[in-house]
């Protein structure tokens, strides 16, 4: 089955970086472009950009722009997102999700498990 | 940009009731482009409908999408009770944003 598996819960102090993993199993993993989406503890979700894992061309949300990358591998089908500066407001849960394509309405499906990443001093 | 607001903030019913939630867009919509999901405390969230009123697959026939343009409902015809959840709708023009969430509680 389509499965997006992240990495592990991250401790980081303000202005470092943090680079969360998702690995992709269940299908071809060029095919689908994979986002991310954070969300703030009690908050609502918010998109944060896609990358083609083919090509490995991105688009970041404005917002993000400057200090947010996705890069990918495909020898292990594995996407990556760097986040640096890291600020308070940094703080949420990173979800990894396939992108099922345009007959699929550009919709999210499936979600990795999430990564907390908790940014304090 | 397009702004999703979703209402109510919170809805609270019980079992067997119907919910309904709506989702209105700052500017039109394709149909083909607004989804619904829903989270659990916890949990990823999970893909309900997409392109407005298509089933994602294991998904029961309670829940529904409607709508179009600026406007769209999600309807949940006989709440059970892992249904209580938070609720997002989301859509794709020339990038992808979120609603804030309908969160659906027990009454």
């Known amino acids: 089955q389509v499965q997006l598996v992240q990495s592990g819960a991250e401790v980081k102090k303000p202005g470092a970086s943090v680079k969360v993993s998702c690995k992709a199993s269940?299908?071809?993993?060029?095919?689908?472009?994979i986002h991310w989406v954070r969300q703030a503890p009690g908050e609502g979700l918010e998109w944060m950009g896609i990358?083609?894992?083919?090509?490995?061309?991105?688009s970041y949300a404005q917002k993000l722009q400057g200090r947010v990358t996705m890069t990918r591998d495909t020898s292990t089908s594995t996407v990556y997102m760097e986040l640096s500066s890291l600020r308070s407001e940094d703080t949420a849960v990173y979800y990894c999700?396939?992108?099922?394509?345009?007959?699929?309405?550009?919709?999210?499906?499936?979600w990795g498990q999430g990564t907390l990443v908790t940014v304090s001093s | 940009e397009i702004v999703l607001t979703q209402s109510p903030g919170t809805l609270s019913l019980s079992p067997g009731e119907r919910a309904t939630l709506s989702c209105r867009a700052s500017?039109?919509?394709?149909?083909?482009?607004l989804a619904w999901y829903q989270q659990k405390p916890g949990q990823a969230p999970r893909l309900l409908i997409y392109?407005?009123?298509s089933r994602a697959t294991g998904i029961p026939d309670r829940f529904s999408g409607s709508g179009s343009g600026t406007d769209f409902t999600l309807t949940i015809s006989r709440l059970e009770p892992e249904d209580f959840a938070v609720y997002y709708c989301?859509?794709?023009?020339?990038?992808?944003?979120f609603g804030q969430g309908t969160k659906v509680e027990i009454e």
């Open positions: 500017q039109s919509v394709s149909s083909s482009y």
């Open positions: 989301q859509q794709y023009g020339s990038s992808w944003t």
């Open positions: 990358i083609n894992p083919s090509g490995g061309s991105t």
């Open positions: 269940g299908y071809t993993f060029t095919n689908h472009y």
């Open positions: 999700a396939r992108d099922p394509g345009y007959s699929y309405g550009r919709s999210f499906d499936p």
């Open positions: 392109g407005a009123s």
